[in-house]
């Protein structure tokens, strides 16, 4: 069945270093892709999404590109501030699936000032 | 902004217990979401509705029920409670239609099965 595999964290960085977060998915479709983020004490809100092969995901200073060739679906981010520490979800959701969005296992991230 | 209320935030009952989790939307949506939350597993779908009185099993519905009965109401139930369901319930909804993928998350409750 469909799968999301995201890099196991967590992740720890200083202020204004460049974030990179992997992420692959397997999926038998044409799925959509998203990244998802959980603030501490919160329920998850969506990041970013991209529907289909070469669309670019951006908000907050987040990017991801949607790359079918070698199924992934990085999150990257140029200068990372404290305030982005929180958990990343990696997720797809496949249109012959009906309703279902599929999550990653999550990635922590740190930012120390 | 969409609204997800989940009745508590953390809740702590004992093996056996019937228990509620309740979730409430207020914009409307069609689609309605329970998901469980477990460190290095991620986000798993329990059981889903996509209209009222309508319910369907997601990957992990073994030990769990859930009711539909208005629109923005979406209830999980454990019917006897064990400490392997000691977790964070997470509940979502979405729109039907175009951006149905996109959901909206409650804050979760955290339940402690002792």
């Known amino acids: 069945g469909d799968s999301v595999t995201q890099m196991e964290g967590p992740v720890t960085l200083s202020e204004e270093a460049f974030l990179t977060i992997n992420c692959t998915y397997t999926a038998t479709g044409y799925p959509s892709l998203f990244w998802y983020v959980q603030y501490p004490g919160e329920g998850l809100q969506l990041l970013l999404k991209a529907t289909k092969a070469d669309d670019k995901g951006s908000n907050k200073g987040f990017e991801a590109t949607y790359r079918k060739e070698t199924t992934s679906f990085h999150l990257e981010k140029g200068s990372v501030q404290v305030s982005d520490s929180a958990v990343y979800f990696c997720a797809l959701s496949d249109s012959t699936g009906g309703f279902k969005t599929i999550f990653g296992a999550g990635t922590r991230l740190f930012v120390k000032a | 902004d969409v609204k997800v209320t989940q009745s508590s935030r953390y809740l702590v009952k004992r093996t056996g217990e019937k228990v509620f989790l309740e979730c409430v939307q207020d914009m409307d949506h069609e689609n309605m979401f329970w998901y469980r939350q477990d460190p290095g597993l991620g986000l798993r779908l329990i059981y889903f509705?996509?209209?009222?009185?309508?319910?369907e099993k997601g990957d992990i519905p073994e030990g769990y029920s859930v009711s539909r009965e208005k629109k923005e109401r979406f209830s999980l139930i454990l019917e006897s409670a064990s400490t392997n369901q000691t977790s964070m319930y997470l509940c979502?909804?979405?729109?039907?239609?175009?951006?149905?993928?996109?959901?909206?998350f409650g804050s979760g409750t955290q339940l402690s099965v002792l």
């Open positions: 979502a909804s979405s729109f039907l239609g175009t951006d149905a993928e996109k959901l909206f």
């Open positions: 509705s996509y209209d009222v009185k309508m319910k």
